[in-house]
């Protein structure tokens, strides 16, 4: 071939292959440089003492909501869903058979704003607590009897909610959920009162013994846990 070997002709010919192999081979990833910014994590919401988020306003854009009080004429912006429902049959409860409540002794939802941030009051501004008598907040507001039946309504809740009279410094307008969203026992709850709400016989409004020994006991048991905490 002309004078040149055969090896350096085969030798060339696969030089000019690979060539235009890696010419039409689509161009290797290139890895990110070291300083390459990696995505912050998300920035948590601002939530309430109790653990739920906070909100900024009422009937807007919002978890929380006007919403009556059945059977009383009652209305108090709340929680949508499970905090409605437990909340709601506390203030039944307290309305039916500790004292009757005009318009102005019940209040829910306000903006953190004008309260205490990490203090039980802050839960008004993620609509899981309500004012019952607002004006009523330092201690010995209740009779020996009301008092038995505000315990007695506690332990209906089964430590889902707590009292305000039982904290430091005393709040006894303040019924709050003691229990963050996530825990499964606040579900449950709200599950068995709305069960009993559309139940004829059960729910808020039936008469109830809280003299009985067994309501009694169980009342205590509570009181005292939750003042240990």
């Not at 910014?37 to 909100?55: H, I």
């Not at 309504?153 to 305000?164: F, H, N, P, Q, S």
């Not at 020994?213 to 003042?227: E, T």
Request: proline letters at 7%; hydrophobic letters at 40%.
């Amino acid at each position: 071939m002309n004078g040149i070997p055969r090896r350096a002709v085969v030798k060339g010919a696969g030089v000019i292959v690979a060539a235009a192999a890696g010419s039409l081979a689509p161009a290797a990833a290139v890895a990110a440089p070291a300083s390459a910014p990696v995505n912050a994590p998300r920035k948590k919401a601002p939530t309430s003492a109790n653990g739920w988020p906070l909100e900024t306003e009422a009937n807007h854009v919002s978890t929380v909501w006007t919403r009556p009080v059945a059977g009383t004429g009652l209305d108090v912006d709340i929680r949508i869903g499970d905090a409605e429902a437990i909340l709601l049959h506390v203030v039944r409860r307290f309305h039916y058979e500790v004292e009757q409540l005009p318009g102005v002794d019940l209040a829910g939802w306000q903006p953190i704003g004008g309260l205490k941030k990490g203090r039980p009051e802050s839960n008004l501004a993620s609509g899981t607590a309500v004012r019952i008598r607002p004006g009523a907040a330092a201690s010995g507001g209740l009779f020996p009897l009301q008092l038995l039946t505000v315990r007695d309504i506690l332990a209906d809740c089964e430590g889902v909610v707590r009292w305000g009279g039982d904290d430091s410094p005393v709040d006894e307008s303040l019924f709050y959920l003691d229990l963050g969203p996530d825990d499964a026992r606040v579900r449950e709850l709200a599950d068995r009162l709305r069960a009993g709400a559309a139940t004829p016989g059960r729910g808020a409004g039936v008469q109830v013994d809280v003299l009985s020994r067994s309501r009694r006991g169980r009342a205590d048991r509570l009181a005292r846990q939750q003042r240990a905490s």
